[in-house]
């Protein structure tokens, strides 16, 4: 089955600063990938996703990358705030609707 | 803004008890997932439902565990004869085009103890 490598566990920034997450995927037949924040006593929630036909996507301050070659996609957040801080789990889907598997987390702090 | 929710939001539980986890997906949601976290490690795959069946389970969802969709509006998951190792965050998700298609929405999780 899939399996879906992330890093870095734990991720340190200033405010201001970017911040890059990376995650690769073993499965070549998985063509979405979103991405997910969870805040402290909550679920995960979407924050940006991509699909394998596009290279990358931007949303304001996140943005995500896909070298589909590679096996490889990161998540990219520029002028980090403290409220960005949070767990951020990357995800791979492939052709049907009934599993998604997920990273195994980074944990960011932004600090002020 | 509708919500995925689910009860308890903790519960202890002796080694060897049943529980039931309950969860209430989003309304016009065909499509039910429970997810498992073991606490600071990743967010595992544990069974995704659609039309009143399971369509898939990971190696985790052994015969300790069922699903359970009674009266249309639950989704609950059941746990027999719970160890340690099952001591984890339980995360209900649900969705309206899929795990491939859009956005899964999660609950914000039902704590599981087990001493």
């Known amino acids: 089955g899939e399996n879906v490598e992330q890093h870095p566990s734990t991720l340190s920034v200033q405010e201001g600063d970017s911040a890059v997450i990376k995650c690769t995927y073993s499965d070549s037949a998985s063509n979405y990938f979103p991405w997910y924040k969870q805040e402290l006593g909550k679920g995960p929630q979407l924050i940006i996703d991509i699909r394998s036909n596009v290279g990358e996507k931007k949303d304001q301050r996140i943005a995500v990358t896909l070298n589909k070659t590679a096996k490889h996609f990161s998540l990219h957040i520029t002028e980090t705030q403290p409220e960005d801080s949070a767990v951020y789990f990357c995800a791979a889907s492939w052709g049907n609707n009934n599993d998604m598997r997920f990273g195994a987390g980074t944990r960011l702090t932004v600090k002020p | 803004e509708p919500e995925v929710t689910q009860t308890p939001s903790h519960q202890v539980t002796q080694m060897g008890q049943e529980v039931i986890l309950r969860c209430v997906p989003i309304s016009n949601h065909l499509y039910f997932y429970w997810y498992r976290q073991i606490l600071g490690q990743k967010v595992e795959f544990l069974v995704s439902f659609y039309n009143n069946e399971i369509s898939e389970k990971s190696e985790i969802f052994d015969d300790q565990f069922s699903v359970e969709r009674p009266d249309g509006s639950n989704f609950t998951l059941k746990i027999r004869s719970t160890k340690l190792e099952d001591s984890a965050m339980y995360f209900c998700?649900?969705?309206?085009?899929?795990?491939?298609?859009?956005?899964?929405?999660f609950g914000e999780g039902s704590r599981l103890t087990v001493l």
């Open positions: 998700a649900s969705s309206d085009q899929g795990a491939n298609t859009g956005e899964l929405f």
